[in-house]
């Protein structure tokens, strides 16, 4: 597809991938571009509609990110979010001053005319605020459409140069009918006719992925979770056997993992896996460090060594692919825009110099639930489509502190009868991820009218929808009371365990 349906600019914001999210559900295909994109690029995109993100600036601040005053003159419809409100109300002459009171959290959004921007949906819906500064004075040309009761102008709007403008976020899951907004924006706005889905986005990775590659080869790294298996799969039906799929035995690996990564993908979808045992670097490498950033940066870097090793072996490798997904992207760094660095993921931000790669990212901009519907679409197990995602560093980041074999084969033993005794009570497809975390804290217990002096296992069960935000599952006693049982009468070293009933945010899924 050479035409982008709607442009949607970042300004920084932690949630301007889920705008784009919420199009594509709506089969509205959107890309997602830095506000400082110059114009003649926008057009060559040819889009139907403009969307500027919210971020974390102030319109008012000597440095705050602006746009070419040009993007107004295309004629092309606008929809402002937040920030982009604030930014749409100053280029046209309105006043942004800070609020006397933040605004942050759910609010009932009241309408003060009829807009297209709201057709279908309800006076009086919730929709989710987040914001510090607010409009005091309308430019001309604008009129109110909703307001909130400690928002004057929650919606406004230039019908004639088709220009519209929320202070709320409309594209995260608490705005009630943000999708319906959104939509709106795209089909009755700007008039966007076309239907996009995971059949699409496949024909066009495939597509580039074949025009980028050309007859080089490239290199896979493939672990046997989710995303690196529908990546895999789908460069395997771009190139062929210009395609070397690796899989690394890190040594940080759940119980019988290599095992059914082997079976799966050389027995059943017929691919030349190779196999390489680094466990021992792994390992020799993660000795007597603790800090769970510098885990995850020495892991990141032996795959890399492990990887260059191997494609010295095989001739014209040009490329290294991986799993990437947004998430992970916005967690490490703000790729489009200034958002705060969270955590670093092994397998984000680029390659050394000292590499001879070039990298091939093609889920980079997908969150989880649409790369399991990628999956589907090429033909994937859905038993390995709709497997729990497991982070890349592996049992190092479930492991407080440092990382040796006697730890690891404890944590594998609580982590099976986990995940036995949540898909036995049928809970396995109603979860994001479940999973166990050893803490290497101990505590005093009474086995046999013994006094026992061992480790501490937490429970981590979550819900989510792209692994953005996530919630405690919210399991039966009974079956955390047959989790405790099983993991402390069936693995030795284990005398305790507890349940994580932390939410994301503040805290994150995986515990480093």
Not at 60 to 75: F, M, N, Q, S, T
Not at 208 to 228: E, W
Not at 471 to 492: C, G, K, M
């Amino acid at each position: 597809m050479k035409n982008v349906s709607i442009v949607i600019l970042d300004f920084g914001s932690q949630y301007t991938q889920l705008i784009a999210r919420r199009l594509r559900e709506e089969g509205v295909y959107c890309e997602i571009y830095p506000y400082f994109i110059e114009i003649d690029e926008i057009k060559k995109k040819n889009p139907k509609g403009i969307i500027f993100s919210g971020g974390p600036s102030s319109v008012y601040e000597k440095d705050a990110p602006r746009v070419d005053k040009k993007i107004y003159d295309l004629g092309i419809p606008i929809l402002g979010i937040c920030y982009g409100m604030q930014l749409i109300t100053v280029d046209f002459g309105g006043d942004v001053v800070r609020a006397d009171h933040h605004e942050y959290g759910k609010a009932k959004l009241i309408f003060d005319k009829p807009s297209p921007l709201f057709k279908g949906t309800k006076d009086g819906q919730i929709v989710w605020m987040s914001h510090a500064d607010k409009v005091e004075r309308l430019p001309i040309g604008f009129n109110k459409i909703a307001h909130t009761d400690n928002s004057l102008y929650a919606a406004i709007a230039n019908e004639e140069k088709n220009i519209y403008a929320i202070q709320f976020h409309p594209e995260v899951s608490h705005s009630e009918e943000g999708s319906k907004i959104l939509k709106n924006f795209a089909k009755e706005i700007c008039k966007v006719k076309e239907k996009w889905d995971m059949g699409h986005f496949a024909k066009m990775q495939i597509e580039n992925i074949r025009d980028k590659v050309k007859n080089d080869k490239v290199l896979c790294a493939l672990s046997g979770g989710v995303d690196s298996s529908v990546v895999t799969a789908l460069l395997y039906e771009a190139i062929g056997e210009n395609l070397i799929p690796v899989f690394v035995d890190n040594g940080l690996l759940r119980a019988g993992e290599r095992e059914e990564v082997e079976y799966v993908f050389k027995n059943m979808l017929k691919v030349p896996l190779i196999v390489i045992d680094a466990s021992e670097k792994f390992l020799n490498n993660l000795k007597g460090v603790t800090d769970p950033e510098k885990k995850r940066k020495i892991i990141g870097h032996t795959f890399i060594e492990v990887f260059e090793e191997e494609a010295k072996k095989h001739k014209d490798v040009k490329y290294l692919a991986q799993g990437t997904l947004y998430p992970d992207v916005i967690e490490s760094v703000s790729v489009k825009g200034p958002s705060e660095t969270i955590k670093s993921h092994h397998n984000v931000g680029g390659l050394p110099d000292w590499m001879k790669f070039e990298l091939i990212e093609p889920l980079r901009e997908l969150f989880k639930d649409e790369v399991r519907k990628l999956g589907l679409e090429l033909g994937l197990p859905k038993e390995m489509v709709y497997r729990h995602p497991f982070p890349g560093p592996g049992l190092a980041i479930r492991i407080m502190g440092e990382v040796d074999r006697d730890s690891l084969e404890l944590l594998r033993k609580a982590d099976v009868i986990l995940l036995d005794e949540i898909k036995a009570a049928g809970f396995y497809e109603k979860l994001w991820q479940a999973f166990a975390v050893l803490l290497n804290v101990k505590s005093v217990g009474v086995m046999g009218d013994k006094r026992t002096y061992e480790n501490t296992v937490a429970i981590r069960c979550v819900e989510s929808q792209d692994g953005m935000t996530a919630t405690f599952a919210h399991l039966p006693y009974e079956l955390l009371e047959n989790i405790s049982n099983r993991i402390i009468n069936e693995v030795d070293g284990i005398n305790r365990v507890v349940y994580d009933i932390s939410s994301k945010p503040p805290s994150t899924i995986e515990w480093e």
